[in-house]
Nanobody, 128 residues
């Protein structure tokens, strides 16, 4: 069982910045987990924003590359999403997610396509 609690969502103006926080916990949570941020707009599919694996490799969705940064000092520390140059299109509910990572002897750690655990989300609204 992994518990994820997000915070930091707010209403900001276009071009502004915001930092989201996710606190992971639970009896099975360990350094073997991938953590990620997803976002969802009503009537649309959930979109991967950024992820980080146990090897500390970061991956980003194309729409946020260069503007958002995912970070976590150590697996027991909060997960952050620093968002900059925000646009109205970034308005969504942002979810923190966790999944047991996979390991390949050639590729190293990687995150599975499906995440097992989800937080309740935090609303981000960007106005023009």
């Amino acid at each position: 069982q992994v518990l994820l609690v997000e915070s930091g969502g707010d209403s900001v103006r276009s071009g502004g910045s915001l930092k989201l926080t996710c606190v992971p916990s639970g009896p099975t949570f360990s350094r073997d987990y991938c953590l990620a941020w997803f976002r969802q707009i009503p009537t649309q599919e959930r979109e991967l924003v950024a992820s980080i694996d146990p090897g500390r490799t970061e991956r980003y969705g194309d729409s946020v590359k260069g503007r958002f940064t995912i970070s976590q000092d150590d697996f027991n520390d909060p997960l952050y999403l620093q968002m900059g140059s925000l646009k109205p299109a970034d308005s969504a509910i942002y979810y923190c997610a966790a999944a047991r990572s996979k390991y390949d002897k050639y590729a190293g750690y990687y995150c599975p396509p499906e995440f097992e655990y989800w937080g309740r989300g935090t609303q981000v609204t960007v106005s023009s």
